[in-house]
Antibody
Framework: EVQLVESGGGLVQPGRSMKLSCAAS????????MAWVCQAPKKGLEWVAT????????YYRDSVKGRFTISRDNAKSTLYLQMDSLRSEDTATYYC????????????WGQGVMVTVSS | NIVLTQSPATLSVTPGESVSLSCRAS??????IHWYQQKSNESPRLLIK???QSISGIPSRFSGSGSGTDFTLSINRVESEDFSIYYC?????????FGAGTKLELK
């Protein structure tokens, strides 16, 4: 059974950093691209970033480029999102999602982790 | 960025009705559109891939159609468990975008 379990969320002050993790199991992690998708309270879904199966390529939405870094450790089957210079508008639930290398949709999602940026 | 416009924002129906939800892209995206369902306080679930391709485990009452800029998610005879929010997502551009969602609610 495919499982994606996020961790690392919580309350953080504006301008500070936070690192999210996503532990994957039930599939061959290094055969899939992975992504982060966020959802602000009472709002819709927003794609944040994608990393290729081998970590060689990364893609970001414009609003996080230069502040967020997506990475992965294939030996640990874990996906990360390093979030720096956090802003109040980054407050959201962050979902880890599996994406096929050629199948550019999100077929499995984690339960999500809440990040609140506030002083 | 490719903008996806979903309509209507809210659709009020009674169980047993059949409905169509629209997703329009700001430019032609072939069939690079995917549909998700999100129930209250749950993670999204993939319903349809590449405009019309079915997903294993998804009830057959869900179907998709369209190409270019206009796409439709159809639900044949809505059931009570279908009341949730539906999102479309494009993968034509590597900068993926989602529509704002259509809320399907009980009339």
């Amino acid at each position: 059974e495919v499982q994606l379990v996020e961790s690392g969320g919580g309350l953080v002050q504006p301008g500070r950093s936070m690192k999210l993790s996503c532990a994957a199991s039930g599939f061959t992690f290094n055969n899939y691209d992975m992504a982060w998708v966020c959802q602000a309270p009472k709002k819709g879904l927003e794609w944040v970033a994608t990393i290729s199966y081998d970590g060689s390529s990364t893609y970001y939405r414009d609003s996080v480029k230069g502040r967020f870094t997506i990475s992965r450790d294939n030996a640990k089957s874990t996906l990360y999102l390093q979030m720096d210079s956090l802003r109040s508008e980054d407050t959201a639930t962050y979902y880890c999602a599996r994406q096929g290398i050629l199948d550019l949709f999100f077929d499995y999602w984690g339960q999500g982790v809440m990040v609140t940026v506030s002083s | 960025n490719i903008v996806l416009t979903q309509s209507p924002a809210t659709l009020s129906v009674t169980p047993g009705e059949s409905v169509s939800l629209s997703c329009r892209a700001s430019q032609s995206i072939s069939t690079s559109i995917h549909w998700y369902q999100q129930k209250s306080n749950e993670s999204p679930r993939l319903l349809i891939k590449y405009a019309s391709q079915s997903i294993s485990g998804i009830p057959s009452r869900f179907s998709g159609s369209g190409s270019g800029t206009d796409f439709t998610l159809s639900i044949n005879r809505v059931e009570s468990e279908d009341f949730s929010i539906y999102y479309c997502q494009q993968s034509y551009s590597s900068l993926y975008t989602f529509g704002a969602g259509t809320k399907l609610e009980l009339k």
